[in-house]
């Protein structure tokens, strides 16, 4: 199976991509079980079960932009999978909510 790639671009400082990054991560993990383990500052991979499909990623904190790639779940579900990740990263990443205020948008 290939891989499905992705990229978020923030305009925010990397020390607060990282914190809003971690709450989409426990998230994900209280809501699916998804395990996050993080190599160094800047990335973390994923691997887990989501909604039925397996997940394993990684992604990675530029300046610029969240990106990465992950288990294309096949051309059914490709664009579905590709249009969360961009939503939740988007909202976990928009310069105009608070820290507080994406731990309740997460949902």
Same mark, same amino acid.
């Given at each position: 199976?290939?891989?499905?790639?992705? %990229?978020? *671009?923030?305009?925010? *400082?990397?020390?607060?991509?990282?914190?809003?990054?971690?709450?989409?991560?426990?998230?994900?993990?209280?809501?699916?079980?998804? !395990?996050?383990?993080?190599?160094?500052?800047?990335?973390?991979?994923?691997?887990?079960?989501?909604?039925?499909?397996?997940?394993?990623? #990684?992604?990675?904190?530029?300046?610029?932009?969240?990106?990465? %790639?992950?288990?294309? *779940?096949?051309?059914?579900?490709?664009?579905?999978?590709?249009?969360?990740?961009?939503?939740?990263?988007?909202?976990?990443?928009?310069? #105009?909510?608070?820290?507080?205020?994406? !731990?309740?948008?997460?949902?």
């Amino acid at each position: 199976m290939g891989m499905l790639k992705f %990229e978020v *671009p923030h305009n925010l *400082p990397k020390d607060e991509v990282k914190k809003r990054v971690e709450q989409l991560l426990q998230y994900w993990g209280s809501k699916y079980g998804v !395990k996050s383990d993080w190599q160094g500052d800047e990335g973390a991979k994923l691997a887990g079960k989501v909604m039925g499909i397996n997940l394993d990623a #990684s992604f990675v904190i530029t300046d610029k932009a969240v990106s990465g %790639e992950g288990t294309d *779940p096949g051309m059914l579900l490709r664009g579905q999978a590709k249009t969360y990740l961009q939503k939740k990263f988007s909202a976990v990443l928009d310069p #105009s909510k608070s820290l507080d205020q994406v !731990k309740g948008t997460l949902d």
